[in-house]
């Protein structure tokens, strides 16, 4: 078996929304098991979105004019929709979201851009049931913000690549207020 995920995931994702991280794009366009999987989860009523530079991680590696139309055809052709102007997503809620976001982080790089901004859209979305956020890029999705809600396994040439179905925590993001404002 090429890929593993509960049975249920395409109808228990119906009506769902999903913020889609460049991983997902990548491993859909190398796996037709997980492309076929998330075709199935879109065509049972799931909205895919995503953020610009998400789609310049996707197809920044592209060597031809061809290649990069090819990927761009690919998000195109899976129905996903793209949010032009995420500046508008960074609000004056957003900025607490950030602080208690980039709290997580124990290094000093922190997150990445694009992980920043794809977990802030999913704290804007925090009022819909079903948003959520497909990355196998664990580590800018703290656990102490962040659910895991689904994973799927996928055998990738034979390497093991695990995208996981990350929801935005209001308990535990008020948690993690409580205790910045204990700090300050």
Known sequence: MKIQYTKTLPTDLSD?????????????????????????????????????????????????????????????DLKVVVFNRVEEVIEKDSQIFLTAYNSCFKESRGPSYTDSLLCTIAYKHRAIEDAYVLTSNHKDRPAGIFD???????????????????KFSSRKFSNILTKLESQQ
């Open 16 to 76: 769902s929304h999903i913020f889609i991280d460049s991983t997902a794009l990548i491993n859909a366009s190398k796996s037709s098991e997980f492309l076929n999987l998330l075709i199935e989860i879109r065509d049972n009523g799931c909205t895919f979105y995503t953020i610009p530079s998400v789609v310049y991680e996707y197809t920044r590696t592209s060597n031809t004019i061809k290649g990069y139309n090819e990927r761009l055809e690919f998000v195109k």
């Open 148 to 166: 895991r809600s689904q994973l799927i396994t996928i055998d990738i040439k034979g390497d093991l690549c695990t995208e996981i179905l990350y």
